[in-house]
């Protein structure tokens, strides 16, 4: 079944679409119409196909032979505000997540209590919009053991990633469904590589979630919150390019 549907990591590594993938920016490929609608009929059978497989199909994943020498920071290399810089000149150290919305135990959890839950180590593929590629090594808690922790509600259907990015004159967010956000592979990643993660690729904390492309992979993320629903919050489409250049949301690969 999986040989049928139309690989958006194919279209978007070899340019089936035609000419100049490789762009300054992912708006400006997105709005190229034949990119755009190929990626969009891909977006309903990707979804549709995760679900009917129970939503846990892994992404592939590498040795570690397999690094890319060199991988590109994605989105905003830098973290915004007078908060985000100052935890950044302390390393972090009295940096904390927060986890809230619809959850029984709201919490603020420290680089160190993130550290110390059960680890997931793996190396995976990373597919932006832009036309590029890379393989890099992630290091984190799986999300899944965050939720736990808070007791979240059966109520909660989204969880939408806060960050310290200011993209476009506005604050990045994104979100994702429970089904992903308990995937095995959804990780808050605060290494890269075997080294702590540079403000250019989303320290402290960036999110994993593999199976979706680079956009979804929410960096500099300061809180976590648990909704039923997406409606009134920012655009209402559940994330910073959804909301301003009409990306897919699931934006499954």
Not at 140 to 146: E, K, S
Not at 224 to 253: C, H, N, V
Request: some cysteine.
């Amino acid at each position: 079944m999986t040989k049928l549907i139309l690989s958006r990591r194919s279209l978007i590594r070899t340019g089936a679409l035609g000419g100049g993938l490789l762009l300054s920016g992912c708006d400006k490929l997105y709005q190229q119409p034949a990119f755009r609608g190929a990626l969009e009929s891909a977006e309903d059978l990707h979804r549709v196909t995760q679900r009917a497989l129970g939503g846990q199909a892994l992404a592939q994943e590498f040795r570690p032979a397999d690094l890319s020498p060199v991988f590109r920071a994605n989105g905003s290399k830098e973290g915004a505000g007078e908060a985000y810089k100052q935890h950044l000149a302390q390393g972090f150290d009295r940096w904390a997540l927060r986890v809230d919305g619809l959850v029984a135990r709201p919490l603020d959890l420290p680089l160190t209590a993130l550290k110390a839950l059960p680890q997931r180590v793996q190396i995976t593929r990373h597919d932006c919009v832009e036309g590029w590629s890379a393989i890099g090594q992630w290091h984190g808690p799986q999300l899944g053991h965050v939720l736990d922790l808070a007791r979240v509600s059966p109520s909660a259907r989204y969880l939408v990633f806060h960050c310290a990015d200011i993209y476009g004159g506005a604050p990045y967010y994104e979100s994702i469904d429970m089904m992903d956000a308990r995937h095995p592979q959804t990780i808050l990643a605060w290494a890269m590589n075997g080294r702590p993660l540079e403000e250019a690729h989303g320290a402290p904390v960036r999110l994993r979630v593999e199976r979706q492309l680079g956009y979804k992979h929410a960096k500099f993320v300061m809180r976590i919150e648990a909704r039923e629903t997406l409606a009134g919050l920012y655009g209402g489409k559940g994330g910073y390019w959804e909301d301003s250049s009409g990306y897919a949301w699931y934006a499954g690969i």
